[in-house]
């Protein structure tokens, strides 16, 4: 069965350091979604592609954070330099885009940061 | 602005049947997802509603209105793995067609009791 990879599954870092998370969607899927999940909430939007594109940012610290996807297949996320409140789980999630909607988004395992 | 409400906690005894609500104000809507999620887990997808009424798809059904902006996932003969947290996801569609997005809620977490 098909599935959206990610790497690592765990990651401890040191504040001000960097820090990628690299995702591989489900074959043929043109829209992933990087989320931001904190312990007890939902997952948090941080940016959406459609193939190579970047369709939403808006809730992206730029300052910080970069998300790249220049194939239009795998994508990477960055954190630099990392900070104790970033300690979270990172989600990639990818979905078909079928007449102009995208279907349900799958999940990846996850990458679950530490940062002390 | 876009805003996801369903109950924190919740908790229900084995083999009964458990409701959990959600209500939603989004700039656009084309349809609301219910994802299971276990504890250190990724998501994983239960159902999906773009068109008023009920889904039902063996144990879970899940139940919509566009109007009203409220949706429901039952879950019937509660077993001990249903234990999880559920969240409710709508579909925020703008005017813009490659832009929509897919919104969670906070997820409501059930307790099953034996």
């Known amino acids: 069965e098909a599935e959206v990879a990610q790497s690592p599954r765990y990651k401890i870092t040191e504040k001000s350091q960097a820090v990628a998370f690299w995702c591989d969607p489900i074959?043929?899927?043109?829209?992933l979604y990087w989320y931001r999940q904190i312990l007890g909430q939902g997952p948090e939007l941080l940016v959406q592609?459609?193939?190579?594109?970047?369709?939403?940012d808006s809730q992206l610290p730029k300052d910080r954070f970069s998300a790249e996807r220049l194939k239009g297949v795998d994508s990477t996320l960055k954190i630099q330099p990392a900070e104790l409140g970033d300690s979270a789980m990172y989600l990639c999630?990818?979905?078909?885009?079928?007449?102009?909607?995208?279907?349900?988004?799958?999940f990846g395992q996850g990458t679950r940061l530490t940062v002390v | 602005g876009q805003n996801i409400d369903q109950p924190t906690e919740m908790t229900a005894t084995e083999g009964a049947i458990v409701q959990i609500n959600c209500t939603y104000q989004?700039?656009?809507?084309?349809?609301l997802f219910w994802y299971q999620q276990h504890a250190g887990e990724a998501p994983t997808f239960l159902s999906y509603?773009?068109?008023?009424g009920l889904e039902e798809k063996g144990r879970f059904s899940s139940f919509l209105s566009r109007s009203k902006g409220y949706s429901y996932l039952l879950l019937k003969e509660l077993q001990m793995k249903d234990s999880a947290s559920y969240l409710c996801a709508v579909r925020d569609d703008p005017p813009s067609k490659r832009d929509d997005k897919i919104i969670f809620g906070k997820g409501t977490r059930l307790h099953i009791l034996p």
């Open positions: 989004t700039s656009g809507f084309n349809g």
């Open positions: 999630a990818s979905s078909l885009y079928i007449e102009n909607r995208a279907t349900e988004a799958f």
């Open positions: 509603n773009v068109l008023d």
């Open positions: 074959s043929g899927h043109a829209t």
């Open positions: 592609f459609q193939d190579e594109s970047v369709v939403d």
